[in-house]
């Protein structure tokens, strides 16, 4: 499939080997705003052919921008699937983005292990979270704050987030001598990137190895969804990654080559 990438590699490429300019943040929709862009965007290709320039949209993928942007990055609820096949077949790539969605701190676990199993369902190139600790910024000014050992380096905190919904932007929390804590959301989303990894890896294996029995686990579930009733479990994710890894323990424990 067109842009699939394991997690691991794909952070690597990005980071050493196709670094991103990032052209605008949700722009808006008027023409001067497009107009400078693109100029821009043109300039920028012209001196620096190898640079990926990404755009970052809270609308769906837009005509204006094109043969401008080379990383579409639209927010998750203006992503439309139908665009990501006509994005591959330009060459270029298309991520996601979220700032409340799949995160929230009120909302279901199970949608913090989400993301990563729709970017794959939906052939996405990668995705981008808005901020990890929005709530860190504004009371936050180290200026004259000299904390003792043992203390916080921050001296206030709140969970409330983007538009004051509790979670949203923050995926860790400040600790003593400023080691950030991790939250259990943005340790579902680890275990999520793992998830993917683990369907990448059957898709490899079974595009060398053909594999009636095991190619509907592929077929991401169609329980997974950006939202979810507020008493939903991730049972249906872990007996998913379950009969992946089975699948993937049986292909290569065995031989995929005998599994023709």
């Not at 080997?17 to 965007?41: G, H």
């Not at 300039?43 to 204006?64: K, N, Q, S, W």
């Not at 808005?130 to 504004?138: E, M, N, P, Y």
């Not at 507020?230 to 080559?257: C, P, S, V």
Request: glycine content about 10%.
């Amino acid at each position: 499939m067109a842009g699939r990438r394991r997690w691991g590699r794909w952070v690597v490429v990005v980071a050493l080997v196709l670094p991103l300019v990032y052209l605008a943040d949700e722009p808006a929709e008027k023409q001067s705003v497009t107009d400078e862009i693109n100029r821009r965007a043109g300039i920028i290709g012209e001196r620096f052919p190898d640079m990926r320039r990404f755009i970052v949209l809270t609308r769906p993928v837009d005509p204006a921008f094109l043969g401008s942007v080379d990383v579409w990055c639209p927010v998750v609820s203006s992503m439309r699937p139908e665009d990501v096949p006509v994005v591959h077949d330009r060459g270029e790539k298309c991520w996601w983005y979220t700032v409340g969605s799949f995160f929230a701190l009120d909302r279901p676990l199970a949608e913090s292990r989400t993301m990563p199993w729709l970017t794959f369902k939906h052939d996405l190139d990668g995705i981008l979270l808005w901020v990890i600790q929005s709530g860190w910024r504004s009371p936050n000014k180290p200026a004259g704050f000299k904390p003792a050992p043992g203390e916080t380096m921050w001296p206030s905190f709140t969970v409330a987030g983007h538009g004051g919904y509790n979670g949203i932007g923050n995926l860790c929390y400040p600790g003593a001598d400023g080691i950030p804590w991790s939250s259990i959301r943005l340790e579902l989303l680890r275990e999520s990137m793992e998830d993917y990894e683990y369907l990448t890896l059957l898709e490899q294996t079974l595009s060398e190895h053909p594999n009636e029995q095991y190619a509907p686990l592929l077929r991401v579930p169609d329980e997974f969804a950006v939202t979810y009733d507020t008493g939903q479990t991730g049972a249906f994710i872990l007996d998913h990654r379950h009969k992946l890894g089975e699948a993937l323990n049986d292909l290569l424990g065995r031989g995929a080559g005998n599994q023709e």
